[in-house]
């Protein structure tokens, strides 16, 4: 009977192959793998074209993060030319020269909520929290729940970037929605409105910009107007 030291070194190379074609890529490997292929891309330009942030593109490639969503799965493959279906679930062809016949996982749209400026948002009062949509205002498609009270506003200013960029970028606030560690929120300070992420650092609450420019202040220091739920680019 023949042993395992009895088989040919290329049959075993031959199994070994074999079995590993088997077992589906995970996401930091189908990555990683890209950048292999594209050797001058740097994880700063990935997170600037898919609009999220460094921490967000090393989770991707070491292993923190195990999935990506539809529309960061679509950014990925158009930076490194690659199939959004491969880059999202490991299947098919890495490239293809045909459109994508499979589908993946895209956020459906949910509804539509009002749009509006730092600046507007700036001189509500108090009881304008409770507003409803006036007629004319420009309504945008997002893909959360929206609630009673659920509005959009276009970032301004450079405090966020690069996860925020005034470049287009408009982001879903739920007021109604209680915020934690880590929650970016929507802030105001007299009238002028930010978005900043909040941190509990031993029981102190701070809210802090992703721009290193600016400072963290404390949260007391502002009127918390609701939760963000979803960024989104206008074109």
Known sequence: MDTMLDIPYDNVKHIELSISDNVKMALHNRINELFTDKPSAKNIELA??????????TDWRNGNTKTINGDNAFSVARFFG???????????????NQPCTGMINM?????????????????????????LPATGCEMVD?????????????????????????????VVVEPDLP??????????????????????????????????????????????IGVIREKTKLY
């Open 48 to 57: 600037k074209f898919c609009k999220v942030s460094r921490a967000t593109v």
């Open 82 to 96: 690659a199939n959004p279906e491969w880059v999202q679930n490991g299947k098919g062809e890495k490239y293809q």
């Open 107 to 131: 956020p459906k749209v949910k509804g539509k909520v009002p749009l509006f400026s730092f600046a507007q948002v700036g001189n509500w009062s108090e009881a304008d929290f409770n507003f």
């Open 179 to 224: 915020y934690k560690h880590e929650s970016y929120v929507l802030a105001k300070k007299d009238n002028d409105v930010f978005i900043r992420q909040v941190y509990n650092e031993g029981g102190d609450w701070l809210l802090k910009p992703c721009n290193k420019d600016y400072k963290p202040k404390p949260i007391e220091e502002y009127q918390i």
């Open 142 to 170: 997002v893909k959360v729940e929206v609630k009673a009270r659920t509005f959009a506003v276009l970032v301004s200013g450079d405090s966020m970037e690069p996860e925020f960029s005034a470049n287009g970028d408009f």
